[in-house]
């Protein structure tokens, strides 16, 4: 997907998916050295920030991996990401899992981003990317890929949201400043 394109969360024969992770990787660029290139790890973190008519009411990051309703889950935070994308699953280094029938009708879109807590920037950062993945039987429905880095410490990613009767996916890929989803919230905004 390229930034700021959006597409229906339909596989073919238009059913949508019960349930959707969101796998997010990144691969630290390397450096040179006085032995030669070398890459460090990277520890990025991924949050999913649920809003209802524009309005934040919940969250899910690596100290809440759970919203309020459980119908968005992260699978944990990945402290030494960045190894190239062979951590998780299908090169994730941190998933967030959305159960799209549990999700209460009120949210209507969940924003979802990826900040380095420790302040490191995306310049040591070489590409970062974001997919969507059907739960039910593992197919990437879309991956919004994030290339070269640059001086700020975060990524506002994509968002799922109510489209209809169903949902869409939009990439957005905007840089940001931020050790937290808080911090963020300034530049989620116009996005929403």
Request: glycine content about 14%; aromatic content about 6%; hydrophobic content about 40%.
């Amino acid at each position: 997907m390229a930034k700021g394109q959006a597409i229906g969360l339909q596989r073919v024969g238009g059913q949508v998916p019960a349930a959707v992770r969101i796998g997010f990787g990144w691969q630290a660029a390397s450096r040179r050295g006085l032995f030669g290139s070398r890459t460090r790890e990277i520890d990025l973190d991924a949050s999913a920030v649920l809003f209802a008519d524009r309005q934040p009411v919940d969250v899910v990051f690596f100290r809440h991996l759970a919203s309020d309703d459980g119908s968005v889950r992260h699978t944990g935070d990945n402290l030494v990401g960045g190894g190239g994308g062979v951590v998780g699953a299908g090169g994730d280094e941190e998933s967030i899992l959305v159960d799209l029938q549990r999700v209460p009708v009120h949210i209507d879109q969940i924003v979802f981003t990826v900040n380095s807590f420790t302040g490191r920037t995306f310049q040591e950062v070489q590409s970062a990317f974001c997919r969507i993945v059907d739960e039910t039987d593992g197919q990437e429905l879309a991956r919004c890929t994030l290339n070269g880095g640059g001086q700020y410490t975060a990524q506002i990613m994509a968002k799922v949201h109510r489209s209809g009767s169903g949902w869409q996916m939009t990439a957005i890929g905007n840089p940001a400043n931020g050790r937290t989803f808080q911090d963020l919230m300034p530049a989620i905004l116009p996005h929403l």
